[in-house]
């Protein structure tokens, strides 16, 4: 980062930028659709997906190869269920189902990453095991969980609220908000890290 970046000013998100100055700031998921409907981008696959496609669409290069995306096969559990109900492939975190895990698990049930992942790939076990594997991960789930770079706001805030114990939800969204307005290295895997004092 150059010794000027304090004074630098983000750009309007444009065609005119290089893929590189794209990633070098901050950008909300809307401003990024609006850039990929403007350039005739695909802008399904999640912020990251689509901040990459941008990057090769602004540098004039082929976009990243991309997993083959997951097509439902069309079948869902519709109520009643129970524990011997098999999970068919293609099943999401319905209503259906957090019915049916409220009254086995009780109130304390939510779709956790653990079970996310034991529905969307749990084709063939059954409801009664998506009950098992709920209590045999509480352990884990109480630990600390790895939030995703995809959710830059909520890494940045438990950041810097274990830097600033006591800081605040208004100290925490200003430091947020300067962070957020500041250059950040492309190549950086830490881009986002508490730098800015309330």
């Known amino acids: 980062m150059s010794a000027h970046a304090g004074t630098e ?3 309007e998100p444009s065609a005119a930028l290089t893929g590189d100055e794209l990633a070098r700031w901050y950008w909300t998921l809307a401003e990024l659709t609006v850039l990929a409907r403007e350039l005739g981008v695909r802008r ?3 912020k990251a997906a689509l901040t990459e496609r941008l990057r090769a669409a602004l540098d004039g290069v082929a976009p990243p190869v991309e997993p083959p995306r997951k097509h439902s096969t069309g079948s869902r559990l519709a109520a009643p269920v129970d524990g011997s109900t098999v999970i068919p ?4 975190c319905s209503q259906v189902l957090r019915e049916y895990f409220r009254r086995e698990i009780g109130p304390a049930f939510h779709f956790d990453a653990s079970m996310r992942a034991f529905v969307a790939d749990g084709a063939g076990r059954t409801l009664a095991d998506a ?3 709920w209590h045999a991960t509480r ?3 109480a630990e600390p969980q790895e939030i995703g770079s ?3 706001l909520n890494r940045f805030l438990r ?3 274990a830097e600033h114990p006591g800081g605040g ?3 925490a969204l200003a430091a947020w908000r300067a962070h957020r307005d500041r250059p950040r290295d492309p190549a950086s895997s830490a881009s986002y890290r508490p730098a800015v004092e309330p």
């Not at 492939?89 to 999401?92: F, I, N």
């Open 9 to 11: 000013r983000r750009p």
């Open 44 to 46: 399904g696959g999640g």
């Open 89 to 92: 492939e293609g099943q999401r």
């Open 131 to 133: 009950v098992a594997h």
């Open 139 to 141: 352990q884990a789930a």
């Open 150 to 152: 995809q959710f830059e």
């Open 159 to 161: 950041d810097w609220n």
């Open 169 to 171: 939800r208004t100290g």
